[in-house]
């Protein structure tokens, strides 16, 4: 069922970077990877995900955009069915439908009322009784959400409109049972009156909350969150945003749905930009018209990652300001997302984009040193470090001040924290409350730092051989860890070849001279991330040259 829709999303893609309806055959060779697609086999394959999603249109022997839903249907014509749910969450995934109330609305009247509890085959968390008032009697004996879904179906017929407030929500669950009774999502047009009241409101009201809307135009029923209530609620607010509506020049479904869509976002037009973008691991840069990289990313997949800058959802500022500077997108395809992040941390390093939050420079960071009989904080290299933070190395240092040589040797095991603690307790119970606080915030910064300094530490001890795909067909990345950095990386051939990359890959790793380094730190940080959970591409070995053998065919008999 996900393949059909994710199909359609990929296929929806493919004609907006065409710019128009594509020719069946071209249609079915990008989906399927098909060599060669005759017409009537590649109509037949494409059947059911053209006509099982209203965005998708047949336009003769090419597949296009279908016409926005309600482009000839006039609001006074229009049938809406205004809906509301009570759920046992939030979550279709993890949650149930527990009501369905529902008014439909003929010639911008009321027409007719649905109701029917639900049973959600769970009991009713006690959040959603205090909240509804519905306790586990009330849905003894109701259908379960399938049956229920298809009765409210019935009641809102086949050429429906349908509403709620906060659509998504609803419109998500009402989906998930339909896609398990038909394998289709829901082809109505939908209003959403959060949206439309957003959009016509403007001002006027500080809420868009459906009680305060109720209050705003006064209703005549009164939203408790109950189903049928709140329904009867939307629906009074529905007509007179309508009215509101057509004021603007509104005339039909189309130009309601239209209204009620959350706002493009500028940079939405800037999406061809990125068409084309392969789903395969990557690097992309953000350039302006001048060619300056404005920012730089990775992503697992290419296509949807880059897709989704340009979608309705707004980025962080840096991001969003880039978005509106930029003026081409250049990616460069690899193996896998782990070569992906270590690219990714150079080309930052290099070009320093203004964009990315993580501004990456050599020599970043600083260092806990003991100079004299005092733990100070410095930018030179050593054992101690690097700490991302100089705030938080300075609070360190001050909660060392006094520390024997012995609790600094012993630092990365806790060191003086036991005796601070004691010390912290003491003042508490002294009342010295401004000292235990001075006293509690350098306890949290030096307990931050002894644990990074100890995860830094076994990382620096990692002495491995990382094994994933590469962006040549057959071949092999592999990065080889030693001495506190990355070594090394190779692209090993398949075949005997690899054998002679992977002693010279194991030569540089025996020869390596230990780093402190905080770039090297940096990039030993970003591995431990892979490492913690590695991604099913990845392999890990250590480094000996039976052992990386043995994993690489281990990894191609997977293949």
Known sequence: MQLAFDAADRLVELVEER??????????????????????????????????DARLAWRGHCVG????????LPLEAARFVVVDLETTGLRPARAAICEIGAVRVEALLPAGTFQTFVDPGVPLPR?????????????AGAPRPGPAVSRFL??????????AHNARFDVAFLDREVELLTGRRLAAPVVDTVGLARRLLGGRVARVGLASLAHFFGTSVRPC?????????TAEILVALIGLAQERGALTVADLVELAAPRRRRVYEKRSLVFGAPCRPGVYVFRDAHGQALYVGRARDLRARL????RSERQRPAVEAALAAVDRVEWRVLGSEVEAALEELRLIRELRPPANARGRRAGAGVYLRLRGDRVVVSSQPGPLGPVGSRRRAERAARALEGASEDELAGLLGGGPLPRLRRRLRDLSESLRYEDAARLRDRIRALERVVGELAALERLRATRACLLAPASEPGFTWAAFVSAGRVVETRTLPPGAGAALELR?????????EPSLAPEDAEVLLLLGTFLRRPPPELAVAPLEEEAILAALRARRLAA
């Open 307 to 310: 897709r989704s800058y340009f």
């Open 65 to 72: 955009l279908a016409t926005p839903p309600g482009s000839d």
């Open 127 to 139: 959040v959603v009784t205090g909240l509804t008032g519905l306790v586990d009697r009330d849905l």
């Open 19 to 52: 710019r128009g309806p594509v020719p069946v055959e071209d249609a079915a060779r990008a989906l399927f990877a098909l060599a060669h697609a005759p017409a009537a086999l590649a109509r037949s394959l494409l059947e059911d995900v053209v006509t099982g």
């Open 225 to 233: 969150h109950r189903a049928l209530p709140d329904a009867q609620a």
């Open 154 to 163: 019935r009641f809102a017929g086949e050429r429906a409109v349908l509403v």
């Open 504 to 512: 010279a890959g194991l030569a540089a790793a025996r020869a390596a």
